[in-house]
Structures are given as C-alpha cells and as structure tokens.
C-alpha cells in the first residue's frame, strides 16, 4: 500500500499489522493483573525506575530481545514465514528487520503482538545497519495506524502519525544527542500519556506534542528507506513501563 503524507513523506508500509485481535489495553490499573501472568506479557520485577521524569510507573517488560521467550510475539519469519512476518527476526543476539530493494521509497515494521498499550515509556537500543532512518511504532492498531517516531543519519528525527490514508508530521528537528552514522546505537525512548507524547534519544529529551489521533495501540520496530535501497535494523534491550 502506498501512503502519502504531507507531500514531503511518501512511503510503503508492507503488510506487518493485518492481525485484527488486540489484547485488552494494560494500563496501570490492570498492570498488576498483567504481572500474575494473566495476559501473556512476561512478568518482571519493578526494579529498576523510569529514567524518563517526571513521568512514574511500573517496569512491565524488560527483554533483550534475543528471542521471543518474554511473552510479547515478536512476527518472526523464521517460526512463521509468510509475507506478513516477511523480514521480522531474531538473529546475531538481537531482533532484526531486513528488507530487500524496492522501487520506490518505503517504511517496514514488526509488531509486538501481544501488546497493547495506553500509558507508557517505551524505550529501545537501535542500530540501523541499511537504509535512511531507523524507528519505533507505538499505538498501532490495525488498517495501517499508528504513530512512527524515527531518527537518520543527518541528526534529525521526526514524530507522525497514519491512519491508512494519509500520514501527517506532528514535529521535527535536528539533535546533537543522535549518533547518525551506520551501525552505531542510538536509544530511543517515547513517554506517551493521555495525548502528550515525548520524545527522546539516549536519554536526551527532543520534543513534546499533543496529539490524540490513538489512545492505545501496539509497540513495533521499523526501519525506512528514502531512495528504496535494501535496509536492515537490528533492535535490543527494550524496556517499558506502564505509567501510574
């Protein structure tokens, strides 16, 4: 499917998010129902606190992503290889997006599936190997709708949403904080709470918009590719915490 923004983003999303079932959305009021294992995201003690302030809340998930034994069903093409999971894996120690060339300028992403979050940070290392940027989705529910949050290799970022007809930049800028060559790690983070959402690199506040285009939605990695060269990202070490 091609999407178009604003006219200055054209890209494809492939076929990573046609599941049509979500989980019930784990907020801080359910998060201790999700901590005895009545959903199916791995329990973990709350011990080490949010390092994003003023937000507060309880660590939920903290893997390091070198498979998917921690609950969250990561697509993995290598378990299930269909054209949806098509580029989503655990390799090297990490989990990776890979995507051969296209024609035209496109964005891929891989879902966490059994997730469905509200309130939260949500924070990722990640090392673009190919391509243009490197990202995270965040809120994403079905029909090709979610907000992308993304980094490149000339120290700018950028915060979108798409609703699966046009797309639309909520803010962009440059930063000193992003390390912009290839293969070297970045940690993105995104506090998302009611229609506030802040955005970081390693630790380095960028911007805060107000936005309430989704409530709730899944967690995802992507990558893009502004000239339709092959990408590969590689992401690790994620951690997130429900807000109270």
Same mark, same amino acid.
């Given at each position: 499917?091609?999407? #178009? $923004?604003?006219?200055?983003?054209?890209?494809?999303? =492939?076929?990573?998010?046609?599941?049509?079932?979500?989980?019930?959305?784990?907020?801080? #009021?359910?998060?201790?129902?999700?901590?005895?294992? =009545?959903?199916?995201?791995?329990?973990?003690?709350?011990?080490?606190?949010?390092?994003?302030?003023?937000?507060? $809340?309880?660590?939920?998930?903290?893997?390091?992503?070198?498979?998917?034994?921690?609950?969250?069903? !990561?697509?993995?093409?290598?378990?299930?290889?269909?054209?949806?999971?098509?580029? %989503?894996?655990?390799?090297?120690?990490?989990?990776?997006?890979?995507?051969?060339?296209?024609?035209?300028?496109?964005?891929?992403? %891989?879902?966490?599936?059994?997730?469905?979050?509200?309130?939260?940070?949500?924070?990722?290392?990640?090392?673009?190997?190919? $391509?243009?940027?490197?990202?995270?989705?965040?809120?994403?529910?079905? @029909?090709?709708?979610?907000?992308?949050?993304?980094? /490149?290799?000339?120290?700018?970022?950028?915060?979108? !949403?798409?609703? @699966? /007809?046009?797309?639309?930049?909520?803010?962009?800028?440059?930063?000193? #904080?992003?390390?912009?060559?290839?293969? =070297?790690?970045?940690?993105? #983070?995104?506090?998302?709470? $009611?229609?506030?959402?802040?955005?970081?690199?390693?630790? =380095?506040?960028?911007?805060?918009?107000? /936005?309430?285009?989704?409530?709730?939605?899944?967690?995802?990695?992507?990558?893009?590719?502004?000239?339709?060269?092959?990408?590969?990202?590689?992401?690790?070490?994620?951690?997130? !915490?429900?807000?109270?």
């Amino acid at each position: 499917m091609i999407l #178009a $923004g604003t006219g200055l983003f054209i890209y494809l999303a =492939q076929g990573r998010n046609t599941h049509s079932t979500l989980l019930p959305v784990i907020t801080q #009021a359910t998060s201790t129902a999700a901590t005895r294992g =009545q959903t199916s995201i791995a329990s973990t003690p709350a011990t080490i606190s949010n390092p994003y302030p003023p937000y507060r $809340g309880t660590l939920l998930i903290n893997d390091p992503l070198q498979d998917n034994s921690a609950g969250s069903n !990561w697509m993995d093409d290598t378990v299930q290889p269909n054209n949806e999971n098509r580029g %989503c894996r655990f390799t090297e120690g990490a989990y990776h997006i890979v995507n051969e060339s296209m024609p035209q300028p496109y964005m891929v992403y %891989c879902l966490a599936l059994n997730t469905n979050f509200s309130n939260f940070v949500y924070q990722i290392q990640s090392t673009l190997l190919k $391509g243009s940027k490197i990202g995270i989705v965040f809120r994403q529910v079905p @029909g090709y709708r979610y907000y992308y949050f993304y980094i /490149d290799q000339s120290g700018s970022y950028g915060l979108l !949403w798409n609703n @699966g /007809d046009k797309s639309q930049f909520l803010t962009r800028g440059l930063s000193s #904080a992003i390390h912009k060559e290839l293969n =070297q790690p970045n940690l993105l #983070a995104v506090g998302a709470n $009611g229609n506030t959402l802040d955005l970081y690199v390693n630790k =380095q506040h960028l911007a805060s918009v107000t /936005d309430n285009t989704f409530s709730a939605g899944r967690i995802g990695t992507a990558v893009q590719s502004d000239d339709g060269s092959a990408s590969e990202a590689a992401f690790s070490d994620l951690m997130l !915490w429900i807000l109270d």
